[in-house]
């Protein structure tokens, strides 16, 4: 019977850390707002660390002065389809996204993905008024 129940815990533990793999680890760069890239804003990233753990993060840096400005801050653990609350204080900004291997998404905070003006790029907004706001990762 304790080789039974023991079985049991097991499994479940296997089934609990399978759960949780996170997609990948490491320092990915993202762009959703794509209209408005090379303008001064930010460079956003995400970085996945072995604890599962996720920080964002931004470097700015002022066209005119050249002064960069960044800022990083732990978001909490990764979770399948999670709507991770990013609040930067510098700039006293506050997103929601939720990512998977290929990619990111700013969502509301209900996890459903927003269609904004700004997250088309100079050639999409000829055509569209707004666009998914998503954006594939980079190394």
């Known amino acids: 019977m304790k080789k039974f129940f023991s079985l049991i815990i097991l499994c479940i533990s ?15 760069t993202f762009d959703i707002m794509k209209g408005y890239s090379g303008t001064g804003t930010p460079h956003y990233y995400l970085d996945v660390k072995n ?4 920080h964002f993060g931004y470097v700015q840096v002022n066209q005119a002065s050249g002064e960069e ?15 991770m609350k990013v609040v930067f204080k510098k700039y ?3 997103f929601f ?3 998977d291997k290929d ?7 209900k996890g459903n993905v927003k269609n904004l003006e700004g997250c088309c790029s100079a050639s999409e907004s000829i055509n569209k008024e707004t666009c998914t ?5 980079y190394k």
């Not at 793999?21 to 490491?26: D, H, L, S």
């Not at 604890?51 to 996720?54: E, I, T």
């Not at 706001?133 to 990762?137: G, H, R």
């Open 51 to 54: 604890n599962d753990d996720v």
């Open 92 to 94: 006293e900004e506050t």
């Open 97 to 99: 996204v939720k990512f």
């Open 133 to 137: 706001c998503e954006s594939e990762f």
């Open 69 to 83: 400005t960044t800022e990083e801050v732990n978001a909490g653990k990764y979770a399948p389809n999670k709507v």
């Open 14 to 28: 296997i089934f609990t850390w399978a759960q949780k793999e996170v997609p990948f680890i490491g320092y990915r």
């Open 103 to 109: 990619k990111i998404y700013l969502t509301d905070e």
